[in-house]
T-cell receptor, first 112, second 112 residues
Framework: DQQVKQNSPSLSVQEGRISILNCDYT??????FLWYKKYPAEGPTFLIS?????DKNEDGRFTVFLNKSAKHLSLHIVPSQPGDSAVYFC???????????FGGGTRVLVKP | GAGVSQSPSNKVTEKGKDVELRCDPI?????LYWYRQSLGQGLEFLIY????????KSGLPSDRFSAERTGGSVSTLTIQRTQQEDSAVYLC??????????FGPGTRLTVT
């Protein structure tokens, strides 16, 4: 039972263009959604989060959009840079239980 | 400041042997989590420690897996009688409160 799904395993984008990463969830009880970025041989690092009561959160080049009716969130990276090449995981967080549930990840390649 | 550290970084073991993986969380973090990432998969929750409470073991895949957290700090994940399907990257994370978890670099376990 995958509560959080990232249906695109990979994404390739030209430097300077927009990267859009998508994530769908089935559990309406998540309190927050988070995006993590992972480089090879390193642990995931926190990127940006959004409360379930919000529909948008922006931090520099990164914006997360939440569509609760569609149970869908997306991460926009504008402009994309070669250093953004990594695997991105979305995750849902439930305060009750204090746990994260991760999607399968999307590998992003930003071409110079 | 020091982040989450894990040891060893790589472990190769023969099928049937026991292994111990270690995690040193960020000092003062009360919550500690273990995840694993199998090849091409997302992060799978294994076990969660919070302060002195009984751990949430709901993600452990079999009774061959166990974990301890001594003195509210260092944690050890033990896998007994390893199987080839146990091969994965085992990630530890810690947090102070709320949803942001800080990950270590992981231990890559290969069972031959």
């Amino acid at each position: 039972d995958q509560q959080v799904k990232q249906n695109s395993p990979s994404l390739s984008v030209q430097e300077g263009r927009i990267s859009i990463l998508n994530c769908d969830y089935t559990n309406s009880m998540f309190d927050y959604f988070l995006w993590y970025k992972k480089y090879p041989a390193e642990g995931p690092t926190f990127l940006i989060s959004i409360s379930s009561i919000k529909d948008k959160n922006e931090d520099g080049r990164f914006t997360v959009f939440l569509n609760k009716s569609a149970k869908h969130l997306s991460l926009h990276i504008v402009p994309s840079q070669p250093g953004d090449s990594a695997v991105y995981f979305c995750a849902g967080y439930k305060a009750a239980g204090n746990k994260l549930t991760f999607g399968g990840g999307t590998r992003v390649l930003v071409k110079p | 400041g020091a982040g989450v550290s894990q040891s060893p970084s790589n472990k190769v073991t023969e099928k049937g042997k026991d292994v111990e993986l270690r995690c040193d969380p960020i000092s003062g973090h009360t919550a500690l989590y273990w995840y694993r990432q199998s090849l091409g998969q997302g992060l799978e929750f294994l076990i969660y420690f919070q302060g002195n409470s009984a751990p949430d073991k709901s993600g452990l895949p079999s009774d061959r897996f166990s974990a301890e957290r001594t003195g509210g700090s260092v944690s050890t994940l033990t896998i007994q009688r390893t199987q080839q399907e146990d091969s994965a990257v085992y990630l530890c994370a810690s947090s102070l409160a709320g949803n942001e978890q800080y990950f270590g670099p992981g231990t890559r376990l290969t069972v031959t």
